[in-house]
T-cell receptor, first 113, second 114 residues
Framework: GNSVTQMEGPVTLSEEAFLTINCTYT??????LFWYVQYPGEGLQLLLK?????DKGSNKGFEATYRKETTSFHLEKGSVQVSDSAVYFC????????????FGQGTTLQVKP | NAGVTQTPKFQVLKTGQSMTLQCAQD?????MYWYRQDPGMGLRLIYY???????DKGEVPNGYNVSRLNKREFSLRLESAAPSQTSVYFC?????????????FGPGTRLLVL
C-alpha cells in the first residue's frame, strides 16, 4: 500500500542555518506530493505541493522537488528563522476521486536564535 | 470566509460517555475528512466523505461514526468514549476536481477521555 516516511525529529537548528527534512514515499502510479506545516496550537496548512515528476514546489523560501527515481520529496530552506519552528508533514495523494491523503509521522523543527 | 471550523475546541469525557464533534466548511468543497493526531504517528484518517450523501471508513474507524449532514457539515460521533480515543481531532475538506486535492484543515478539537 501507499506510505510516507519522514526523518525522525526533533531537528534543532540555529537561525539562518540550512534546513533539510527528508521524505520518501511508496506508491503505485503517480501520486501528488505535499508538505504541510503545523504551528503550535493550530491546524495544518499547506506549505507546498508538486503534482508530477521533476516539479518543484516552493513557498515562503521552502522548496521541494518531486524525484520519481528516488521516490523522494525532501523539504529544504536556505536560511531558517525562529518563526519556522513547527511540525512539518509530508503527504501523498493517490489522485483518486476521494482526495485522501496519506501522511508521514511529522518532523518537529525547532529554530533557536 | 471562515474556511473550516470545528467545535468544541476542547472536551473532557469520562469513559463510556458519548459526544459529537462538529465540523463545517464554507468553501463549497465536495470532500470532507476526519483525522486523529497522536504523538509520533502523524495524522490517521478515521472517516471521509467523498461527496454529499456518501461516507467511507478510513484507516482507524473503530469506535466512531460519522454523518454528512449536508455539503457543508460533517460530524464525528463517539458513542462510548474510551481512554484510547484521547487525541487531537482534525476535520479537513477538499475539492476533488483535477489533481489539486489540497486539503484545508480546521483548528482541531483536543479530546481527553478519563
Amino acid at each position: 500500500g501507499n506510505s510516507v516516511t519522514q526523518m525522525e525529529g526533533p531537528v534543532t537548528l540555529s537561525e539562518e542555518a540550512f534546513l533539510t527534512i527528508n521524505c520518501t514515499y511508496t506508491a503505485t502510479g503517480y501520486p501528488s506530493l505535499f508538505w504541510y506545516v503545523q504551528y503550535p496550537g493550530e491546524g495544518l496548512q499547506l506549505l507546498l505541493k508538486a503534482t508530477k515528476a521533476d516539479d518543484k514546489g516552493s513557498n515562503k523560501g521552502f522548496e521541494a522537488t518531486y524525484r520519481k527515481e528516488t521516490t523522494s520529496f525532501h523539504l529544504e530552506k536556505g536560511s531558517v528563522q525562529v518563526s519556522d519552528s513547527a511540525v512539518y508533514f509530508c503527504a501523498l495523494s493517490d489522485r483518486s476521486n476521494t482526495g485522501k491523503l496519506i501522511f508521514g509521522q511529522g518532523t518537529t523543527l525547532q529554530v533557536k536564535p | 470566509n471562515a474556511g473550516v471550523t470545528q467545535t468544541p475546541k476542547f472536551q473532557v469525557l469520562k469513559t463510556g460517555q458519548s459526544m459529537t464533534l462538529q465540523c463545517a466548511q464554507d468553501m463549497n468543497h465536495n470532500s470532507m475528512y476526519w483525522y486523529r493526531q497522536d504523538p509520533g504517528m502523524g495524522l490517521r484518517l478515521i472517516y471521509y466523505s467523498a461527496s454529499e450523501g456518501t461516507t467511507d471508513k478510513g484507516e482507524v474507524p473503530n469506535g466512531y461514526n460519522v454523518s454528512r449532514l449536508n455539503k457543508r457539515e460533517f460530524s464525528l460521533r463517539l458513542e462510548s468514549a474510551a481512554p484510547s480515543q484521547t487525541s487531537v481531532y482534525f476535520c479537513a475538506s477538499s475539492s476533488t476536481s483535477g489533481i489539486l486535492q489540497t486539503q484545508y484543515f480546521g483548528p482541531g478539537t483536543r479530546l481527553l477521555v478519563l
